[in-house]
Antibody
Framework: QIQLVQSGPELKKPGESVKISCKASGYTFTDYAMHWVKQAPGKGLKWMGWINTYTGKPTYADDFKGRFVFSLEASASTANLQISNLKNEDTATYFC?????????WGQGASVTVSS | DVVMTQTPVSLSLAIGQPASISCKSSQSLLGTSGKTFLNWILQRPGQSPKRLIYQVSKLYSEVPDRFSGSGSETEFTLKISRVEAEDLGVYYCWQGTHFPLTFGSGTKLEIK
């Protein structure tokens, strides 16, 4: 069955960087793009952008341009999200979701806590 | 950006009662392809979101048929014919027609 398994929780200090992974299984990784979605504690969902898993081309929503980088390890069927120069407001759970007509499969979420 | 407005903010219903959630968009979600990319997802407490409905009214295979979606252009509705205990959580509509993709603020369904 289709699964997206994300990396574990992270505790970071302001200014540090973090890399979150999303490993896909149960389908051909390069057939579907991957979305990234942010959920701050107790808040709703915010789309960060997506990455074309065939070409590797990322597309970022305006609020996520600059410190956020989507990348791939296609041979490992893995999509990555790297956040640099972490700020307190980056504290959130980050989800990957497979892009089809909708978002038909979601990872379990990766929690990032930024605290000094 | 397309603003997605969901009402009500919360619902408290007994098992067996019907539920209705409204989702309105600030722009038409009818795309140039002729498709309307309005979707619904459910986030149960402590879990990641799960797929429910895509393109307004198409249920994913595992979704019970007590769920239904309807609407067009800017006004959409998710209905549950008879609420069950497993339906509790936060329902989000989201649109995939216009960049950037945007989500509604969610409707929390509680079971009495």
């Amino acid at each position: 069955q289709i699964q997206l398994v994300q990396s574990g929780p992270e505790l970071k200090k302001p200014g540090e960087s973090v890399k979150i992974s999303c490993k896909a299984s149960g389908y051909t990784f390069t057939d579907y793009a991957m979305h990234w979605v942010k959920q701050a504690p107790g808040k709703g969902l915010k789309w960060m952008g997506w990455i074309n898993t065939y070409t590797g081309k990322p597309t970022y929503a305006d609020d996520f341009k600059g410190r956020f980088v989507f990348s791939l390890e296609a041979s490992a069927s893995t999509a990555n999200l790297q956040i640099s120069n972490l700020k307190n407001e980056d504290t959130a759970t980050y989800f990957c979701a497979r892009a089809t007509e909708g978002m038909d499969a979601w990872g379990q979420g990766a929690s990032v806590t930024v605290s000094s | 950006d397309v603003v997605m407005t969901q009402t009500p903010v919360s619902l408290s219903l007994a098992i067996g009662q019907p539920a209705s959630i409204s989702c309105k968009s600030s722009q038409s979600l009818l795309g140039t392809s002729g498709k309307t990319f309005l979707n619904w997802i459910l986030q149960r407490p402590g879990q990641s979101p799960k797929r429910l409905i895509y393109q307004v009214s198409k249920l994913y295979s595992e979704v019970p048929d007590r769920f239904s979606g309807s609407g067009s252009e800017t006004e959409f509705t998710l209905k549950i014919s008879r609420v069950e205990a497993e339906d509790l959580g936060v329902y989000y509509c989201w649109q995939g027609t216009h960049f950037p993709l945007t989500f509604g603020s969610g409707t929390k369904l509680e079971i009495k």
